[in-house]
């Protein structure tokens, strides 16, 4: 789930600013199949690519693929009905980047205690491994 948040927020934050900057398309969509990071979403980008050029809208050939939330075909079909696509874009990648930091703010904050029992137990073992053999020493001199 974490993976294909990260894979739309690329998605969206590289397309939008493509899209802004006045890159083709087609052009800016086959950009982004290419640095989208994801095997499955870049085969998707490429498959609507080619139902683009045929005259389809974004939305239609992405909502087909089943990869992208419908939230994000609909905020997508919104931006070129309104001719706001970009605009549209940064604020679906503005979501999902924040859904992403939130997610690892989370599995860090999970993660912190086994950690600290992991240093605790590798710290008592070497103070044991350390102080084992002169307490040895001690009670055979003794």
């Known amino acids: ?10 998605f969206s934050r590289t397309l939008g600013t493509l899209v802004s900057s006045g890159v083709p398309i087609l052009d800016s969509l086959n950009i982004v199949a ?23 809208t974004i939305a ?9 939330p419908p939230m994000v075909i609909q905020m ?12 549209m874009l940064n604020k679906i990648a503005d979501f999902y980047e924040e859904e992403v930091d939130t997610t690892v703010a989370t599995l860090t904050s999970l ?12 710290v008592g073992t070497i103070v044991i491994a350390m102080y084992l053999p ?6 055979a001199i003794g």
């Open 76 to 87: 997508i079909s919104v931006g070129e009905s309104t001719g706001s696509l970009d605009t």
């Open 134 to 139: 002169i307490f040895q020493m001690a009670s």
């Open 34 to 56: 290419k640095t989208a990071g994801n095997k499955i979403v870049e085969d998707a980008i490429q498959n609507a690519r080619g139902s683009i050029s045929e005259g389809e």
């Open 60 to 68: 239609e050939p992405l909502s087909k693929a089943s990869v992208f």
């Open 111 to 122: 993660l912190e205690p086994f950690l600290m029992i992991f240093l605790g137990g590798t």
């Open 1 to 10: 789930m974490l993976l294909r948040k990260i894979a739309i927020a690329r």
